[in-house]
């Protein structure tokens, strides 16, 4: 089964693309290499150098490959810079994915995964976070991911059945790739950067939430096990299951948690700075996969000192990143 992973060369669909040729797929990526690495992409796999709203290009790679499903990561995700320049984001996250998906429908694809976010349900009031919360999101970032979920569905009417994974915070390294964004936001990599003296200090950001040790709290899932998650969303879509299913661990790390964890892991003195909260921080955010567990294979393998073992590994063999 030949699979067009969007973004392919991204941190997390490029985990996706060593997993699906594990479990008998053929995947093909289209990226253009903004922010994903070509060196993540393995060799032999055919990979289309383009942004995915050049029509020549994407029907060009409709007719060379015999293309079955599709799983859409290319999207902008940095939530902060959504709020400075809105437009950036409506334009490729809902805009260019509009029009790579009219193209894909032209050449008959009928099943479609979306990598979509739990920065759709806002700032919930309780946990865990289930998939019949209310969608409020508070960035624009959350806005053009739910959006274009919205678009996928009126694609309905043209017989695109369709699965939304709403990823919460995914971290850890394997197959030798890790994070490596330009800028890093995340904060288990910016932990392990100023552990490797690459950064003067980690900023905790809020001391004062409602939490066990006054620090936000975050579901952190290892890569492995959102890419393994995509691979049994594949799977139900060919059982015509469709639907948003959110994919988490159920438990929560907090900030200080995370750092203490990764001061043990990697020994190494981590400073950390106490600042005030960043505007729209939610004390915790926490999801439920029961509906994923209900439906599918899916189980989570790796806890937080996985994903920070993983990581550190990765960090620290590779210095300068790709």
């Not at 059982?239 to 203490?260: A, H, L, P, Q, Y």
């Not at 020994?267 to 994923?292: C, M, V």
Request: aromatic share 10%; glycine share 6%.
């Amino acid at each position: 089964m030949k699979v067009l992973l969007t973004g392919g060369a991204g941190y997390i669909g490029s985990h996706t693309t060593r997993l699906l040729i594990e479990k008998g797929f053929t995947p093909i990526i289209i990226d253009s290499l903004e922010n994903g690495h070509k060196e993540a992409i393995p060799s032999d796999v055919k990979f289309y150098n383009g942004n995915i709203n050049n029509k020549e290009l994407v029907n060009q790679i409709f007719k060379e490959n015999n293309i079955s499903s599709i799983i859409h990561f290319a999207g902008y995700i940095e939530a902060g810079e959504s709020m400075s320049d809105p437009l950036k984001f409506f334009d490729n996250n809902v805009s260019n994915a509009t029009t790579f998906l009219k193209i894909a429908l032209k050449h008959n694809v009928k099943k479609f995964l979306f990598s979509s976010t739990a920065a759709v349900y806002g700032i919930p009031d309780k946990m865990p976070i289930t998939e019949e919360f209310p969608l409020v999101p508070v960035n624009h970032y959350g806005w053009t991911k739910l959006f274009f979920e919205r678009i996928l569905d009126s694609c309905s009417v043209h017989g695109l059945k369709t699965i939304c994974l709403r990823y919460f915070n995914a971290a850890g390294a394997s197959y030798n790739i890790g994070e490596d964004h330009a800028p890093e936001s995340h904060l288990i990599p910016l932990i392990l950067r100023t552990a490797l003296k690459q950064r003067d200090n980690i900023k905790i950001f809020g001391t004062d939430y409602p939490t066990k040790d006054g620090t936000c709290i975050r579901d952190y899932i290892h890569v492995l096990d959102l890419a393994s998650a995509h691979i049994e969303a594949l799977n139900l879509l060919e059982k015509d299951v469709t639907g948003k299913f959110n994919v988490g661990t159920g438990k929560g790390n907090s900030v200080k948690e995370v750092i203490d964890i990764s001061r043990k892991i990697t020994q190494l003195n981590i400073p950390a700075i106490e600042t005030p909260r960043r505007p729209g921080d939610p004390a915790e955010l926490i999801a439920s996969s029961e509906k994923l567990q209900k439906e599918s294979f899916w189980r989570p393998k790796y806890d937080i000192k996985d994903i920070i073992q993983s990581a550190w590994k990765w960090h620290s063999n590779n210095l300068q990143g790709f």
